[in-house]
């Protein structure tokens, strides 16, 4: 059980990266045919798309909050749901 919370763990922090990189390469305007950027949004479009819904309509300037969001819930989970996960098991 320890290994799958371990591996939990390493899964979200490389989706954190995944969507970071997503949320810097929506600052240029990349070409949506590219397969880096097909892949990037192909993976973080799914978990982002409900975030925006929930999102009430800001005057943000064309700013998109909900990488930023995701990844504050994706550092929750690492920093308190699994420690405490692993404490339980002991």
């Given amino acids: ?3 799958l919370v ?7 922090g490389l ?5 970071i990189a997503a949320a810097l390469i929506s600052w240029v305007s990349p ?6 950027v097909m892949f990037l949004r192909q ?10 819904r929930l999102l009430p309509p800001w ?8 990488p930023l969001i995701v990844l504050v819930a ?3 989970v690492e920093r308190v749901v699994l ?3 692993l404490r339980s098991l002991y």
């Fill in 1 to 3: 059980m320890f290994a």
């Fill in 6 to 12: 371990d591996f939990i763990g390493w899964l979200l």
């Fill in 15 to 19: 989706y954190s990266w995944v969507i």
């Fill in 31 to 36: 070409d949506p045919r590219n397969p880096i």
């Fill in 43 to 52: 993976a973080t479009e799914p978990v982002l798309a409900p975030v925006r």
């Fill in 59 to 66: 005057k943000t300037g064309g700013l998109d909050l909900s």
């Fill in 74 to 76: 994706i550092q929750f």
């Fill in 83 to 85: 420690p405490t996960l």
